[in-house]
């Protein structure tokens, strides 16, 4: 069966970086893509952008541009995502997400990171 | 920039009662609108794909429906577990995903 775990629990100090991995399992990783998604506390849905599962592909909203990066180790079947400059409004909860086979949604989702963001 | 609306951002109703949420785009998503569940400390689960088919595993109960801009997920009579957050998303312009803000689902 799909699986998609996640690293766990981080603290950081404002200014630091913070790098989340996904492991997947259960399907060929190179056949789908994966999409990141932050909650912050109490709030909604933000998509942090997209990753193709066998060209490296990136695709990143502009709110966030220039301050993450998306990455892929076929080897070992996990993506990555960085976040760099870290700000209180950073806080959130970040999944990994399966693109479906026809990209228009995502179908597996990790259990989710908590990166707290506090000095 | 696509934005979707979700209404209402609440409401409350039992089990055994019928719920309609509705998620209206700022322009035409075409059928890439997807719906998702989620409960407190779980991940969003998929619940339909491209307007109104349903994920796999997903009860019968859920339906969806719609194209364009107007969107309907419909719950036909709701059981306890149905209570939750539900979130619709749209991928017209791929790679690019918008949710909405969701709606709450409560307990009457």
């Known amino acids: 069966q799909v699986q998609l775990v996640q690293s766990g629990a981080e603290v950081k100090k404002p200014g630091a970086s913070v790098k989340v991995s996904c492991k997947a399992s259960?399907?060929?990783?190179?056949?789908?893509?994966f999409n990141w998604v932050r909650q912050a506390p109490g709030q909604g849905l933000e998509w942090m952008g997209w990753?193709?599962?066998?060209?490296?592909?990136?695709k990143y909203p502009q709110k966030v541009q220039g301050r993450v990066t998306l990455t892929t180790h076929t080897s070992t079947s996990t993506a990555y995502m960085e976040l760099r400059n870290l700000t209180s409004d950073d806080t959130a909860v970040y999944y990994c997400?399966?693109?479906?086979?026809?990209?228009?949604?995502?179908?597996?989702w990790g259990q989710g990171t908590l990166v707290t963001v506090s000095s | 920039e696509i934005v979707l609306t979700q209404s209402p951002v609440t409401l409350s109703l039992s089990p055994g009662e019928r719920a309609t949420l509705s998620c209206r785009a700022s322009?035409?998503?075409?059928?890439?609108l997807a719906w998702y569940q989620q409960k407190p400390g779980q991940a969003p689960r998929l619940l339909i794909y491209?307007?109104?088919n349903r994920a796999t595993g997903i009860p019968a109960r859920f339906s969806g429906s719609g194209s364009g801009t107007d969107f309907t997920l419909t719950i036909s009579s709701l059981e306890p577990e149905d209570f939750a957050v539900y979130y619709c998303?749209?991928?017209?312009?791929?790679?690019?995903?918008?949710f909405g803000q969701g709606t709450r689902l409560e307990i009457k």
């Open positions: 997400a399966r693109d479906s086979g026809s990209s228009t949604h995502s179908d597996y």
């Open positions: 998303q749209e991928r017209n312009n791929w790679p690019r995903i918008t």
């Open positions: 259960g399907y060929t990783f190179t056949s789908h893509g």
């Open positions: 491209d307007a109104s």
């Open positions: 322009q035409s998503v075409s059928n890439y």
């Open positions: 990753i193709s599962g066998y060209n490296d592909n990136t």
